[in-house]
């Protein structure tokens, strides 16, 4: 067998097995599904992973350098934060984090969707800010995950 078959076939497990976390209960996920509006000088962010691509591989996101949680596919994380502010959402990938700074609104949610993509040794993650009606449309397909689980350490 060439080596060329083998690091093929070891790729196509890792890309399309099935990685699993923590979930929040049905109801949880619901509630947030029905995007409200944050309080008063707050902002939401949901960071959301869809499709099945990369599977067996779970990232690590961070807000602020805070461990929001490990991504699986077709998870989302919901979080508040200080409105009127930058802020750093990271997620880790082959060689080191990848970061989308955003500026939130009060009283808005922002979506951010995090992809997987090929890496020379494994796959890597990489984030960017999608439209309101982009990211309920995704996320209202989507489970709420279970915050505040990181593999490594910021």
């Known amino acids: 067998m060439s080596v060329r078959l083998v690091v093929a076939s070891v790729a196509a497990v890792v890309l399309t097995g099935c990685a699993s976390v923590s979930m929040e209960s049905k109801e949880a996920s619901e509630a ?4 409200p509006p944050p309080p008063a000088g707050q902002a939401g962010i949901y960071v959301y992973r869809a499709g099945s691509f990369g599977g067996a591989l779970k990232k690590d996101i961070w807000i602020n350098g805070e461990c929001v949680g ?18 750093k959402i990271s997620t880790e990938s082959e060689f080191s984090p990848n ?17 997987i993509k090929m890496g020379l040794f494994v796959g890597g993650a990489g984030l960017e800010l999608v439209s309101p009606e982009q990211g309920q449309k995704d996320v209202a ?3 709420l995950a279970k915050p505040g689980s990181c593999s490594a350490k910021r």
């Not at 947030?32 to 995007?35: D, G, I």
């Not at 989308?100 to 992809?115: A, D, S, Y």
Request: charged content about 25%; aromatic content about 14%; cysteine-free.
């Open 32 to 35: 947030a599904k029905k995007f």
């Open 141 to 143: 397909a989507l489970e």
């Open 99 to 115: 970061d989308l700074v955003i500026t939130v609104k009060e009283g808005l949610n922002h979506f951010v969707r995090q992809f």
């Open 70 to 87: 490990e991504s699986a596919p077709n998870v989302f994380f919901y979080k508040q934060v200080k409105a009127g502010t930058e802020v």
